[in-house]
């Protein structure tokens, strides 16, 4: 499946968005749609970072267990987390129960916290500027691009955890930085 594939509601949809229920509807109303504000980006960093190495129907699955564990994704919540939140997270059988990521997104909410610019100015100035042609198979989708490269290390030298080029770029896709929905998808942003 490298196109698009038309949907039972007579959609054409990226391949991947169509089923089950809970993908189509992150497709069809969240992926490549503008994303700003605080606690929205933060939850999507932390959310792209517990993915790292894992499916991403895993993580929309839990999402609503995630946002109950990391008290709605609120920055200044998130931030005073300390070993006992860990200790709580790591036996909430209800999330990705990994020490590593539980600990990166207690630090990134620090991160945040201590930004001097405000955190959607900050990411939004890595979307690319340039008219990228729309992907025609998945196959045309990258993975990692310049700005996803510079992204994750303007993150990193801000003392960001657990973001590469590769998450930096599912993070500008999932918060519409760059629209990589199929040419022929009902989803994608006409220009």
């Known amino acids: 499946m490298s196109g698009t594939v038309l949907g039972d509601d007579g959609q054409l949809r990226c391949p991947w968005g169509d089923a089950p229920t809970i993908y189509r509807a992150y497709h069809d109303t969240e992926w490549g749609r503008e994303v700003r504000g605080e606690q929205a980006l933060f939850e999507r960093i932390s ?11 895993t993580i929309l699955r839990k999402r609503p267990a995630f946002r109950r564990a990391f008290a709605g994704f609120d920055v200044d919540d998130v931030a005073g987390f300390d070993v006992d939140d860990v200790t709580r997270l790591m036996s ?29 100015d900050l990411l939004w100035s890595f979307a690319p500027t340039e008219h990228v042609p729309a992907p025609a198979a998945l196959s045309d989708v990258r993975t990692v691009t310049v700005e996803s490269g510079a992204l994750a290390r303007a993150l990193k030298r801000r003392g960001f955890r657990f973001i590469g080029p590769t998450t930096a770029y599912a993070l500008m896709q999932a918060t519409g930085m760059v629209d990589d929905h199929l040419a022929d998808c009902h989803a994608r942003r006409r220009r």
């Open 92 to 120: 909430d059988e209800t999330i990705v129960r990994n020490r590593a990521k539980i600990r990166a997104t207690i630090s990134n909410a620090r991160a945040v916290r201590a930004l001097d610019v405000d955190l959607s």
């Open 47 to 57: 959310l792209e970072a517990f993915q790292s190495g894992l499916s991403w129907i």
